[in-house]
Structure formats: C-alpha cells, structure tokens
C-alpha cells in the first residue's frame, strides 16, 4: 500500500500550484484522504481533507478560500489546487489516508502516510 504526493515546486508568490496524491497497492474507496503539511522547523500541520465522494471537505483557516481540495476515491487520486501562494506556505506537503474524516479535524492518527512534495514560495 502506498500513497504518493507530488506536484510541488519552487514558485514565486502569487502563483498556483496543483500537488496530486495517488495511491496503489489496495483500493481507497472507503478510505477519507486529506492533506497535511510540515514546514522547517514546525510541526506538521492539517492543511485539508476530502471525504468520500467529495459530500465534505474541511480546510485550514490559513487555506481556506485559497486552496481546494477535490478527488476521486474509485480512481485512487486526489488533488489540492494552492493558489495565492505565499511564502509562509512553503513546506512539504503530504497526503494521508484514514477510515475516519474526524480524525482529520481532531488530530486522530493516520492509517496511512504519503511520502511528501516540497513546496517553496519565494517573496
């Protein structure tokens, strides 16, 4: 089983990226898949997370109207769509998979973890 974040970049701010996930190894149709994300120094942040069929979707306040979180739980992908980048954005941005959408919002435990995509926004 395995989860795969990427998309990122260096970019300037202001402008967009899309970071995908995709997974393999089993299906994730009865798995919620959200995005989380790290920068140096920090801990590691809840960013989104989408939930079956795309019924709820939950962001960060500091995301919030910036990002969108989408994906397609029979096609094992999902994307976030970052737009207005700015440099306090920069991190390494990874999605994980769990049974439970609350333990997104509540700081539950992941069942599974992606490896990460860096993104950095210079000023």
């Known amino acids: 089983v395995q989860l795969q974040a990427s998309g990122g970049g260096l970019v300037q701010a202001g402008v967009s990226l899309r970071l995908s996930c995709t997974a393999s190894?089993?299906?994730?149709?009865?798995?919620?898949v959200g995005w989380f994300r790290q920068a140096p120094g920090k801990e590691r942040e809840f960013v989104a997370v989408?939930?079956?069929?795309?019924?709820?979707?939950d962001y960060a306040g500091s995301v919030k109207g910036r990002f969108i979180a989408s994906g397609d739980n029979a096609k094992n992908t999902w994307f976030l769509q970052m737009n207005s980048l700015q440099p306090e954005d920069t991190a390494t941005y990874f999605c994980a998979a769990n049974e439970f959408y609350s333990d997104f919002l509540e700081g539950g435990r992941m069942d599974y973890w992606g490896k990460g995509t860096l993104v950095t926004v210079s000023s």
């Open positions: 989408v939930g079956r069929g795309e019924r709820k979707i």
């Open positions: 190894g089993q299906s994730f149709r009865t798995y919620v």
